[in-house]
C-alpha cells in the first residue's frame, strides 16, 4: 500500500534527514591495528541533539517515545584480562510521530557497565529514529583511520565532508573569516586604562588573519580531552563555537593557550592512574561524577580530580 504525503510532511521528513551540526557529533574507534598505533573511528550524534532535531521538527507535543527492557543473565565473558560473569540489557524504543506513524529501535549493553541501561536506552532510540532519516547519513561514512595516542584516542578527528555538513556550514579549508569579536576572557580587567597606542596595538592584533595551520591543531584537543572540556574553553572565551569560527589569530592563541593546559590536567589523571589500585582511581572518579577520563564535564572538575588524585597517590607513597 503506496502512503501518500502532504507537502508538510515531506518537508518535515527532509528537516530530519538533514546532517547535524559538527558541534553535536562525537567520534569513537571501533577497530585498531595490532600496535594500536592507527585506529578506525567513526561519528556518531548525541542522543538530545536527535530529541532537539525532533522538537524543532515537531513540537515536542508531536511525537512520543516509550521503551521497554528486557535482561539477560548468566553470560560469562572477558573484562580487563578477567573471566567475569555478567549480564545483558535489552532496550526496544518506539518513537511514533503524529501523521508518520511509528518505528522501532533496539539497543543493548553489558550488565556490569555502570551506564548500561543509559546506553542502550540511546542506542535504542536512535536506531528507531533513523528509520524516519535522522541520523542515517552516519550509516554512510566510508571506514576512516587516524593515528591513535598512548591512550588510544584519536590525535586528531577527520574533516567532515561536504555531503555530512548542514547548509550553511562550510569545510575548514573554505571557511570564511568571521567579524565576531575577541574572546571575553582576552578583555582587558575591569578599571584598567589603555593608551590610545596600546588599543591601537589592541586593534592590529585583532585585525591579524588567521593561521590555518592553528585551526586542525586546535580541534586536535577535541579527541584528548572530551567534548565537554573543548567546548567549555569556546564558551568561557566568547561567541565562537568552534576553531572554524574563531575571529583571528589572537583568539586562536587564545583558545590553544587554554586547550594546553587542560591537556596537560588529564595528562595529570592519566598518569596517576596506573600508581594508584583501579578501586582506588574509580571510586576519586565516582566522587566526582566522572564516568572516565575523556568524559570530564568541567576544568573545576578537573582541577579537583588532580587535587584528589595526587593526595591518594601521596598516601600510597607514605
Given at each position: ?13 527532509q528537516k530530519l534527514t538533514a546532517p547535524f551540526h559538527p558541534d553535536d557529533i562525537s567520534w569513537r574507534v571501533t577497530n585498531t591495528t595490532q600496535d ?106 566510508a571506514e576512516m583511520w587516524v593515528e591513535l595516542d598512548q591512550y588510544g584516542k584519536p590525535k586528531s578527528l577527520p574533516t567532515l565532508p561536504n555531503w ?16 565576531q569579536t575577541a574572546p571575553q576572557s582576552a578583555a582587558r580587567p575591569a578599571g584598567e586604562v589603555i593608551s590610545p597606542d596600546r588599543k591601537q596595538e ?117
Amino acid at each position: 500500500m503506496q502512503i501518500t504525503l502532504s507537502p508538510q510532511q515531506q518537508e518535515q521528513l527532509q528537516k530530519l534527514t538533514a546532517p547535524f551540526h559538527p558541534d553535536d557529533i562525537s567520534w569513537r574507534v571501533t577497530n585498531t591495528t595490532q600496535d594500536k598505533k592507527r585506529g578506525c573511528v567513526i561519528p556518531y550524534g548525541d542522543q538530545r541533539a536527535y530529541t532537539d532535531r525532533l522538537n524543532e521538527t515537531f513540537t515536542p507535543a508531536g511525537w512520543t517515545r516509550t521503551y521497554a527492557v528486557t535482561t539477560v543473565s548468566n553470560v560469562t565473558r572477558m573484562k580487563r584480562d578477567k573471566v567475569i560473569q555478567t549480564g545483558k540489557v535489552m532496550v526496544t524504543c518506539v518513537v511514533t510521530i503524529e501523521g508518520l506513524g511509528s518505528h522501532t529501535g533496539v539497543g543493548e549493553n553489558w550488565a556490569d557497565d555502570e551506564n548500561a541501561m543509559t546506553r542502550a536506552e540511546a542506542q535504542a532510540f536512535k536506531r528507531a529514529c533513523s528509520c524516519y532519516g535522522l541520523g542515517r547519513y552516519f550509516y554512510d561514512f566510508a571506514e576512516m583511520w587516524v593515528e591513535l595516542d598512548q591512550y588510544g584516542k584519536p590525535k586528531s578527528l577527520p574533516t567532515l565532508p561536504n555531503w555530512a555538513l548542514p547548509e550553511g556550514v562550510v569545510p575548514i579549508n573554505q571557511q570564511a573569516r568571521s567579524a565576531q569579536t575577541a574572546p571575553q576572557s582576552a578583555a582587558r580587567p575591569a578599571g584598567e586604562v589603555i593608551s590610545p597606542d596600546r588599543k591601537q596595538e589592541n586593534r592590529k592584533e585583532q585585525e591579524r588573519p588567521l593561521d590555518p595551520a592553528l585551526t586542525p591543531k586546535i580541534e586536535s584537543f577535541r579527541a584528548l580531552l572530551g567534548d565537554a572540556l573543548y567546548f567549555e574553553v569556546y564558551r568561557a572565551g566568547g561567541t565562537a563555537r568552534n576553531a572554524r569560527e574563531l575571529p583571528h589569530l589572537r583568539a586562536q592563541q587564545w583558545a590553544l593557550k587554554q586547550l594546553e593546559t587542560l591537556a596537560r590536567g588529564v595528562d595529570r589523571v592519566r598518569e596517576l592512574a596506573p600508581e594508584l589500585q583501579e578501586q582506588v582511581f574509580y571510586r576519586v572518579l565516582d566522587n566526582h561524577n566522572v564516568q572516565s577520563v575523556d568524559k570530564i564535564p568541567s576544568f573545576e572538575v578537573l582541577k579537583g580530580l588532580v587535587r584528589d588524585l595526587q593526595s591518594a597517590a601521596r598516601g600510597v607513597a607514605a
